[in-house]
C-alpha cells in the first residue's frame, strides 16, 4: 500500500465504481479507476492478463463504501492480484466493500485477494455478486484476519456472496458474519481461530471436483463443501492469524492452478441448474 488517507467514498460509490475493469478475448479492452485505487500496468502470462490494483490509501476508514467491478469476455483470462491485505479501521460505523464480478462464456478468472485486516474494534460489510455464464470458472478468496494480536478487542465482520447465472438468477447465498464478542470466544478454543478464508471454486461441478479432490495437507484444517445447482466446491479454513491463514490460502491456490493447467483442454462448457 502506498502511504495516505483513504476518504470516505459514499458519494463516489453511488455514482459509480471505482475499479471497473474489462477484458474481452485476448486483449485489456478498457479500465477505469477512481481514488483510492490506482491500476498499473496488465501484464500477458499463461495466455490471459495479469492485473495488480494498488489502494492509494492507510485503509479503510469508517463509512467508506467502495463499488468495483470486473467484467470478462467470452474466452478472456484474468488473474487479479491484491498488492497486500486491506487494512479496515475502527470509528463511528462500518466499512464497505462490494464487488461484482461478470464472467462471459468460457470466461476465466483467478482472484488472488489477500485478507482484510481488522484494527480493533473496526467493522466491515462486503457484498459480493457473482455472474456466471455457460463454461465460465472462477477461482476466488475471501478471507478476513485481524491487523494484530486483538486479545481484548477484536473487529467485527459480515460477508455476503451471491452466486448467479448469466441472466441474474440466484443459485446460490452465502452469508457469514463474527461479531467482537464472538471471535472472543473462538480464540479460546485450542486452535484460538481469529482468522477465516473461503476458496470459491466456481464452475460446472465435474470440473471444480477435479480441482478440489484429494488436497495436500496444510498447516490449519479445511473443509471442502459441493454447492448447490452444481455451481462447483468452497475451501473453508480457519487459522489463529493472517500470516499463518495466508500461507495456507497460497499453498492451496498453487495446487489448484497447476490442476486447473492440466484440466484446460478436457472441461466442456456447462450451466448451472436452478
Not at 486483449?27 to 495466455?47: D, E, K, M, Q, T
Not at 482484510?116 to 478476513?144: N, S
Not at 471471535?183 to 465435474?206: D, E, H, K
Amino acid at each position: 500500500m502506498v502511504g495516505g488517507h483513504v476518504q470516505p467514498m459514499n458519494v463516489v460509490a453511488r455514482i459509480g465504481p471505482v475499479l471497473d475493469i474489462e477484458v474481452t478475448g485476448t486483449r485489456f479492452h478498457r479500465h477505469h479507476v477512481r481514488f483510492p485505487w490506482s491500476l498499473g500496468r496488465a501484464y500477458l502470462s499463461n495466455g490471459g492478463y495479469r492485473v495488480i490494483p494498488q489502494v492509494a490509501g492507510a485503509g479503510l476508514l469508517s463509512g467508506d463504501r467502495l463499488s468495483q467491478r470486473v467484467r470478462l469476455g467470452e474466452g478472456a483470462r484474468l488473474r487479479l492480484e491484491s498488492a497486500g491485505a486491506m487494512l479496515v479501521l475502527s470509528g463511528s460505523g462500518p466499512a464497505r466493500s462490494d464487488w461484482f464480478f461478470d464472467l462471459g462464456p468460457a470466461s476465466r478468472l483467478i482472484l488472488d485477494a489477500e485478507p482484510y485486516a481488522l484494527a480493533p474494534q473496526a467493522a466491515l460489510q462486503t457484498k459480493t455478486r457473482i455472474r456466471l455464464a455457460p463454461g465460465a470458472q472462477m477461482i476466488a478468496i475471501e478471507a478476513v484476519c485481524h491487523s494484530h494480536d486483538c486479545t481484548r478487542s477484536f473487529g467485527a465482520w459480515q460477508t455476503q456472496t451471491r452466486v448467479e447465472t448469466a441472466d441474474g438468477a440466484q443459485v446460490l447465498m452465502d452469508r457469514q458474519e463474527a461479531t467482537s464478542e464472538a471471535t472472543q470466544r473462538l480464540t479460546q478454543l485450542p486452535l484460538a481461530p481469529s482468522a477465516f478464508a473461503t476458496i470459491w471454486v466456481l464452475g460446472p461441478s465435474i470440473w471444480s471436483k477435479s480441482l478440489v479432490q484429494d488436497l495436500p495437507s496444510v498447516e490449519h484444517p479445511i473443509a471442502v463443501t459441493p454447492l448447490r445447482a452444481n455451481s462447483g466446491h468452497a475451501i473453508r479454513m480457519v487459522a489463529p492469524d493472517g500470516g499463518s491463514l495466508r500461507a495456507a490460502i497460497r499453498q492451496l491456490l498453487s495446487v489448484l492452478e497447476a490442476r486447473l493447467d492440466h484440466s484446460a483442454g478436457s472441461i466442456r462448457a456447462g450451466t448451472c441448474t436452478i
